[in-house]
């Protein structure tokens, strides 16, 4: 069951089927933002508690996947739409993508 609600998670945002707002601005500024900001502290505790860098480094960019799969999914949800919000969406997601990643 949970497979299948993961699966239809990825799925529907994939296809486009999730109104780009929520997937824009729920899924990928807000749960997204936090989900780095998480692993981005908790790569820090580790480091602090002097882990080995090889395994600070992989929670710290755990995310990235997942953030590649948001950037793409808003890119592939706004292709289907034209007009000034749809651009300032995939810009937007764009200019996240490269914040989160620098960051």
């Known amino acids: 069951m949970l497979v299948q609600s993961i699966g ?8 486009g ?6 997937l824009f601005w729920r899924d990928l ?5 936090a989900i780095n900001i998480t692993s981005s502290v908790a790569a820090l505790i580790l480091l602090g508690l ?3 860098l090889a395994v600070v480094l992989a929670v710290h960019f755990a995310p ?8 793409f999914a808003v890119w592939r949800t706004t292709e289907k739409s034209s007009g000034a ?3 300032l ?6 200019l996240w993508l490269i914040l989160v990643m620098v960051v």
């Open 85 to 87: 919000k749809a651009s």
């Open 8 to 15: 239809s998670f990825f799925g529907s945002r994939w296809q």
């Open 64 to 71: 990235v996947p997942y953030n590649i799969f948001l950037t």
């Open 29 to 33: 500024v807000l749960v997204g933002t």
């Open 89 to 94: 969406m995939t810009l937007g997601a764009t």
């Open 17 to 22: 089927a999730v109104p780009v707002e929520r």
């Open 50 to 52: 002097k882990l080995p």
